[in-house]
């Protein structure tokens, strides 16, 4: 693992003209490798999760070998969750991330009982799950009912846009977004509006598939991400198609550097990043201060 902190000047030192470019990404008007009118991406991702929402989870761990679990734990360390504090999970569907914090903070939660003083336990916890996807909101919803969770107040699912939450300015303190962000139309926008959202001194988590970039081990993730990802849709999920978006959405994705001088951009400070296994994935964060 490599955390890597990006500062304040990262973006001086990057000419005016590619950082014109970040704010208006090539993603922006992709679908994986095609180019398509920014109108039309939003229905052809809505139409991608549609299709593979009641094997997306049994996907990932296919696909991961099971490591996404452990990534996500990661993202969630680095929130530190508490009781009594508000957060959004974007892109949150089906419910993982929302759980391992709910699960984090009913933990504290458990420890903290002894102590009936205990002002952290005296606000309720709101972790509100946004999709855009009603069919991924399902999964979750279905998959807290499993849990003995569908009657928990912590859990709050919500349909809505990255790009134009419906939240109150200032209202959370926390944010997390889990394989979520390259799939949107305009990355500046969701990262404007989590900015927006969160209070001072909340935390931006991002969790996405990224660049790897030492050759050898290059070379076999491309052989895997192509020849083999695709195909283990086409064997568990019955959709080659969608997957093949998806891992050419990886590859559209910004690097790591660039993805944090966005985010340093949107006005998030102490901005860094961690790469997992050599960077086939990246947990960024930043802080509004």
């Not at 991608?48 to 049994?58: G, K, P, Q, T």
Request: proline share 3%; net charge neutral; aromatic share 8%.
């Amino acid at each position: 693992m490599a955390l890597r902190l990006v500062t304040k000047n990262l973006s001086s030192r990057i000419s005016p003209k590619l950082c014109s470019a970040s704010l208006l990404h090539s993603h922006a008007t992709s679908f994986g490798f095609k180019e398509v009118r920014e109108e039309e991406k939003s229905q052809m991702v809505g139409k991608v999760f549609s299709n593979v929402a009641s094997n997306y989870d049994l996907m990932n761990d296919f696909m991961s070998g099971g490591l996404h679990r452990l990534w996500k734990d990661r993202l969630v360390s680095k929130l530190s969750p508490f009781p009594g504090m508000k957060h959004l999970d974007v892109a949150g569907g089906t419910g993982d991330v929302a759980f391992r914090i709910l699960e984090s903070v009913n933990s504290i939660k458990r420890r903290a009982l002894q102590d009936p003083l205990n002002d952290d336990l005296q606000e309720e916890t709101r972790i509100y799950v946004c999709d855009i996807n009603p069919n991924m909101l399902d999964v979750g919803k279905n998959r807290a009912l499993e849990k003995g969770l569908g009657e928990d107040k912590s859990l709050v699912w919500v349909q809505g846009d990255a790009e134009a939450l419906s939240f109150e300015d200032n209202s959370m303190d926390g944010y997390t977004i889990a394989f979520g962000i390259r799939n949107v139309t305009h990355i500046e926008k969701v990262l404007s509006e989590a900015y927006r959202v969160l209070k001072r001194g909340g935390r931006f988590l991002c969790l996405e598939l990224s660049h790897v970039d030492i050759p050898v081990f290059k070379e076999l993730y491309d052989f895997y991400s192509f020849s083999v990802i695709p195909r283990l849709g086409e064997i568990v999920a019955g959709d080659r198609e969608s997957y093949q978006y998806l891992v050419e959405s990886i590859r559209r994705f910004p690097p790591q550097e660039k993805f944090a001088s966005m985010i340093a951009d949107a006005g998030f400070q102490k901005v860094e990043y961690e790469n997992l296994v050599r960077g086939v994935v990246a947990i960024h964060s930043g802080l509004k201060i």
